[in-house]
């Protein structure tokens, strides 16, 4: 994995910043709560892939196309609009988890690996744990919740491809 991005040297003088400072002590709070819950640790890496996303979406090395996949996956994490509600506390996360996995996996096959993963957060190898997660949550939610979140996705104007 490339080195870790040094999250503190541009805080805090971004919006950004402090909603993903928020939703990290919020999934935080929640795992703390959860720790037997199996769903805890996707809960956990739900900020780090809004923090990469928001980064990407800031990268001039990353093409216009794929900004609009971001965009809408960020539009997705901020609307009060889920399909599963975020008043559900980190359970309610994991549709916005899944939106930015499918954003991620695209961006893996058109981005260079390293731009993606000088902002990324979270523990482990970044490509191996976006096709690991996206395998887990299939089997989780199932393939109905799926369908949901993605044409909930591409309604609001993204593309799960």
Not at 106 to 123: A, K, Q
Request: overall charge negative; hydrophobic content about 45%.
């Amino acid at each position: 994995m490339s080195e870790l991005y040094d999250y503190e040297k541009d805080a805090p003088h971004r919006d950004y910043d402090s909603f993903y400072l928020r939703l990290r002590s919020r999934a935080e709070a929640w795992a703390g709560e959860h720790l037997s819950s199996s769903l805890a640790a996707y809960v956990l890496c739900v900020p780090d892939f809004f923090y990469l996303l928001m980064k990407l979406m800031g990268d001039p090395e990353v093409p216009g196309k794929n900004k609009a996949q971001i965009a809408a996956a960020l539009a997705y994490f901020i609307s009060p609009l889920d399909v599963m509600p975020d008043i559900l506390g980190g359970l309610g996360w994991l549709d916005d988890l899944y939106i930015a996995l499918l954003v991620v996996n695209s961006l893996l096959s058109s981005v260079d690996t390293g731009v993606i993963e000088r902002y990324w957060l979270g523990d482990g190898e970044l490509i191996l744990r976006v096709r690991e997660l996206l395998a887990r949550l299939d089997e989780k939610l199932g393939s109905g919740a799926i369908r949901r979140i993605v044409a909930a996705f591409k309604a609001s104007g993204g593309a799960a491809d």
